[in-house]
């Protein structure tokens, strides 16, 4: 999550692009990740040369070559070099602004292509954007300021500047804070056999970290070429409606190594979506409170939860798409929990019932302030198609997440998260814990006994401690004394008054 100078300097970039006319948020959003690619690309370069070169090797197959690349726009060729981040910054902003325009922009949409790479089909139509040279000196410097050591920086500038749209009501449902990816992500520890999907991928955020944890536990696997090739092409599927989205999420792919996911166009719960019986591991924070027309929805789904209702439907959805033995671990608005409505039940019922429901966490409505104050949860389950597969769900509810729960959300020390991953991969030393604690085991009969309602307070035993009162006599002698007390100090005030 930024915070302090960073959040500042982005502010400060976000300002050049408005004070320059262009003032569409997403049109913001998209021209910025060009320029965070295009610097990136550049430093990750400089980081592969340099480990290389301590080998004594030279770097294989790099993106900026020694040689030209031919700019079939201008007929000319183009020095590699001359393209990279660290060199045209230099130039003075007539030169960069000719170069970045004429050749690197150009350039940038044609790494990977081919029909089979997702950067390559949604770079395809991309347009530079940035009206001036002084406009794009002001950018420059700005990002060349930021610190990008040791984070994540374009995800947590995607978090902060999709925030930034949310508060403006413009597609805020692509948010998600980071470290709550993060913390489902180790959750759900991703392996190398998985295939995982986000089938509202936003800015890929669940991929890009999903990927980010295999490429950190299979190191040593990830040198076999068949794995590698397997973790750059057939791992990772991603969906959205959002051209915009699915060109920023394939761009963040790239950037971690991941060349040629399965992003596409997609409206996952309509009748054009098929995929069924295909993925081991799901990661969302789908749509809330979003309502479609009937009858543009798969009818596969409306079997599982006759519904309109976007939160519902991709429960459904994800119970369709997992393999037998597949997990999810799917963001939720509390009302799924306890809703009564028949949709409502019919899905926590077939969770329930015909799957594995394993856990429920609530997460504390400040997780996603200053944006919005809805209350979520998360639902974690295996899909397995078979009655009885629940005994028993583990609840935990999360009362700190490492950020304070208000508008500003600075951070603070107080932080559930570690402690939520580690009784999750502890199970076993929970089963000893009463329902007074902050986790707890319910038997599934105590689930289907309450109407098949998920929240924490349902089951929670309150420890009530007998408050004694005084006796009514005891208390109005109080009182009376009190009066007494406070009639001679207004008498003795008056009596100086007096003198």
């Not at 950018?139 to 040791?150: E, F, K, P, S, Y």
């Not at 799917?330 to 969770?351: Q, Y």
Request: hydrophobic share 40%; aromatic share 10%.
């Amino acid at each position: 999550m930024i915070t302090g100078e960073i959040k500042n300097q982005i502010d400060r970039i976000w300002d050049v692009f408005w004070t320059s006319g262009m003032t569409n948020p997403m049109n913001i959003l998209e021209q910025m990740t060009y320029l965070f690619f295009m610097k990136m690309l550049d430093d990750k370069q400089i980081q592969e040369e340099a480990n290389a070169a301590a080998w004594g090797n030279r770097l294989q197959n790099p993106v900026f070559g020694e040689g030209t690349w031919h700019n079939d726009d201008t007929g000319q060729d183009v020095a590699y070099q001359d393209m990279r981040w660290s060199v045209f910054k230099n130039t003075g902003a007539e030169n960069m602004f000719r170069m970045v325009r004429d050749n690197v922009f150009p350039f940038i949409k044609t790494i990977g292509a081919g029909d089979s790479n997702a950067y390559s089909r949604f770079m395809r139509n991309a347009v530079f954007m940035i009206p001036s040279p002084r406009v794009l000196q002001r950018l420059v410097d700005g990002i060349d300021a930021l610190d990008m050591t040791d984070r994540d920086t374009m995800g947590d500038v995607y978090e902060y500047m999709l925030g930034k749209m949310a508060s403006s009501g413009t597609n805020g449902q692509f948010r998600t804070p980071r470290h709550i990816i993060r913390m489902m992500v180790e959750m759900m520890q991703p392996k190398l056999t998985d295939r995982i999907c986000d089938p509202a991928m936003g800015s890929a955020g669940f991929l890009v970290e999903s990927a980010k944890y295999v490429a950190a536990h299979y190191r040593s696997e990830l040198l076999r070429p068949e794995n590698l090739r397997y973790y750059r092409t057939e791992m990772f599927s991603g969906f959205d409606t959002d051209v915009t989205m699915l060109r920023i999420g394939a761009m963040n792919m790239m950037l971690h190594g991941v060349d040629a996911p399965n992003i596409v166009w997609q409206d996952s719960l309509s009748n054009e979506n098929t995929d069924a019986n295909r993925y081991s591991l799901c990661l969302a924070n789908p749509p809330f409170a979003g309502s479609l027309d009937k009858d543009t929805i798969s009818k596969s789904l409306l079997q599982v939860a006759n519904t309109s209702k976007t939160e519902l439907l991709f429960l459904a959805l994800f119970l369709r798409l997992l393999d037998l033995g597949g997990r999810c671990a799917s963001i939720v608005p509390d009302g799924v929990l306890f809703g009564n409505s028949n949709a409502h039940k019919a899905i926590r019922k077939e969770l329930v019932d015909h799957q594995k429901l394993e856990a429920v966490i609530s997460m504390p409505s400040g997780v996603f302030l200053p944006y919005a104050g809805v209350s979520t949860a998360i639902l974690i389950f295996t899909k397995t198609n078979t009655p009885n597969s629940t005994d028993k769900v583990w609840f935990y509810e999360m009362h700190a997440d490492g950020f304070t729960l208000d508008q500003k959300r600075t951070p603070c020390t107080e932080n559930d998260i570690p402690d939520v991953i580690s009784r999750f991969h502890n199970l076993d030393a929970e089963a000893s814990r009463s329902r007074k604690d902050q986790s707890f085991f319910v038997p599934v009969k105590d689930i289907r006994d309450n109407d098949y309602d998920l929240t924490f307070n349902k089951y929670k035993e309150v420890e009530r401690k007998v408050v004694k009162y005084d006796e009514p006599e005891t208390i109005l002698a109080h009182i009376d004394e009190l009066q007494s007390q406070i009639a001679e100090g207004l008498a003795n005030l008056q009596s100086i008054i007096n003198h």
